[in-house]
T-cell receptor, first 114, second 115 residues
Framework: GNSVTQMEGPVTLSEEAFLTINCTYT??????LFWYVQYPGEGLQLLLKATKADDKGSNKGFEATYRKETTSFHLEKGSVQVSDSAVYFCALSMIKAAGNKLTFGGGTRVLVKP | DSGVTQTPKHLITATGQRVTLRCSPRSGDLSVYWYQQSLDQGLQFLIQ???????AKGNILERFSAQQFPDLHSELNLSSLELGDSALYFC??????????????FGSGTRLTVV
């Protein structure tokens, strides 16, 4: 079946540091890939997505590139802020006409210190 | 406001009881998904409905059931509750396969505490 593996946290950084969260996937076929963010006490928000190989998703200074050859979708941000402290989830979906479920990685907690 | 509404936000109940969680999807979305988030299990897919019909089932216990009504809102029923059912329950909606600009939209969740 389909699965997503992401690096375990917590990841603790200082403000303005570079952030990378590794994500690799296993899927039959060509999935769409997502990063979701969950701020403390809130639900999940879509951060960015990519639907085909070599696509780059970007939002709020975060980027991730769909790498089919390495089955990866690593999340990066060049300069983190305290407000980026959250749990980040990598996910995939096999898009079908009537919808399909998201399969999530285990989540990576990021803590940015001033 | 994501457009997906979940009620109640918090629920405290005793073991053995039954509860109903409600989800109203984003306007125009036909698919509703239920997820359980617990500390040790992460985000687990429970069940999906599309336009009133069950479309996919995940790790949903037999004590749990769900349905989607003609107005597209969905309810998740949890019965014979156990302490281990304490978790955050999320609902998400999508128009088709999540390939809209919005992807899958999540509600803010219902936090269930079983005591």
């Amino acid at each position: 079946g389909n699965s997503v593996t992401q690096m375990e946290g917590p990841v603790t950084l200082s403000e303005e540091a570079f952030l990378t969260i590794n994500c690799t996937y296993t899927a039959t076929g060509y999935p769409s890939l997502f990063w979701y963010v969950q701020y403390p006490g809130e639900g999940l928000q879509l951060l960015l997505k990519a639907t085909k190989a070599d696509d780059k998703g970007s939002n709020k200074g975060f980027e991730a590139t769909y790498r089919k050859e390495t089955t990866s979708f690593h999340l990066e941000k060049g300069s983190v802020q305290v407000s980026d402290s959250a749990v980040y989830f990598c996910a995939l979906s096999m898009i079908k006409a009537a919808g399909n479920k998201l399969t999530f990685g285990g989540g990576t907690r990021v803590l940015v210190k001033p | 406001d994501s457009g997906v509404t979940q009620t109640p936000k918090h629920l405290i109940t005793a073991t053995g009881q039954r509860v109903t969680l409600r989800c109203s999807p984003r306007s125009g979305d036909l698919s509703v998904y239920w997820y359980q988030q617990s500390l040790d299990q992460g985000l687990q897919f429970l069940i999906q409905y599309y336009n009133g019909e069950e479309r996919a089932k995940g790790n949903i216990l037999e004590r749990f059931s769900a349905q989607q009504f003609p107005d597209l809102h969905s309810e998740l029923n949890l019965s014979s509750l156990e302490l281990g059912d304490s978790a955050l329950y999320f609902c998400a909606s999508s128009s088709r396969g999540g390939d809209s600009p919005y992807g899958y939209t999540f509600g803010s969740g219902t936090r269930l505490t079983v005591v």
